[in-house]
């Protein structure tokens, strides 16, 4: 069995009585995939004077690619501190090739404030 990846040449010498030597040119055509990306997160954070993000964790995706060479880099990193509002976190993933895949996933932190009614 021959595996082929990237571009590359490589060359194939087979006894049958006499040599023979096949040169194959491949080029990766196909991109990585990324799987288990994370649904969106929604979280909650009480609003006061100073307060800073919201502390989220998640699991990162896994890559993986016909090659068996890819790299996997993202915009954020689990654990991350997300500041009030939405935030997009994104994963590329790139093999030898230059193929790419991405995905992504947001983060939503919604700000609340909790009034406390006192009565006579």
């Known amino acids: 069995m021959i595996v082929l990846y990237g571009k590359r040449s490589i060359q194939v010498l087979h006894d049958f009585m006499y040599h023979l030597l096949f040169t ?3 080029t990766d055509m ?3 995939t990324i ?3 994370p649904d969106d997160i929604n979280r909650y954070r ?3 004077a100073g307060s800073g993000g919201v502390e989220v ?3 990162r995706p896994t890559e993986a690619d016909n090659s068996g060479y890819v790299t996997l880099t993202s915009s954020h990193e689990s654990p991350f501190n997300f500041p009030l509002g939405e935030t997009i976190v994104s994963y590329t993933a790139r093999d030898d ?3 790419v895949a991405m995905a ?3 983060v939503t932190i919604t700000g609340r404030t909790d ?3 006192f009565c006579c």
Do not use: D, I, R
Request: charged share 5%; proline share 8%.
């Open 35 to 37: 799987s288990n990306v």
């Open 57 to 59: 964790t998640w699991t």
């Open 115 to 117: 009034f406390v009614l």
């Open 46 to 48: 009480l609003v006061t």
């Open 30 to 32: 196909e991109p990585p």
């Open 104 to 106: 992504s996933f947001a």
């Open 97 to 99: 090739a230059g193929n």
């Open 24 to 26: 194959f040119n491949y």
